[in-house]
């Protein structure tokens, strides 16, 4: 039987190797988005709005007359930070400030898109950056009734950016934020 199996066995040897092995292209996590439901969030000074049910609001520390706000998605691992600041006669600069702050992606972005806001009878008016590819920040907003209140948004995620991987999540987050522009009513 030995015998048999010599001849036989660098054959066999010689047949195993074939081209080298190719790893399979890394895999990423599959994301279960919640339903979208949204419950009513009011500040007693500011504004109100809906925000989906999934998300977390935490309010930081004031400082001079701003007021900084946190919506805070755990699961997805993401916030939206908002800033909001009374208008005075500072309009200019903080619509200024906005733009230049969307400006700083275009370095890494692939394309930024602009949408405007423009709801007279609730007197909310801004812009909404819609910025693609790898970058810090894949959404930036403003909104204003221009005489009294700035509302200012810029999400971010837990993790390093990457478009592909996080684009459900941001195309989420888009439509979140999008409802929340459509029922904001200022105080």
Known sequence: MKQLLR???PLVLLSACASDPVPKPR???RIDLPPQDYVIWTDSATFSTELPSYAKVGIRPTRNDARWFDVRFPKQRATVHLTWSPVGDQLEDLIEDAHRFKSQHQAMAAKIESKR???DSARVFGS???VEGDV???LVFYFTDSTDNFLYGALYFDARPNADSLAPVTERI???MQHMAATLAWK
């Open 27 to 29: 895999g990423y996590f």
């Open 117 to 119: 806001v423009l709801r």
């Open 136 to 138: 810090a920040s894949p």
């Open 128 to 130: 909404v950056f819609n």
């Open 7 to 9: 001849p036989i066995l």
């Open 174 to 176: 888009r439509a979140d």
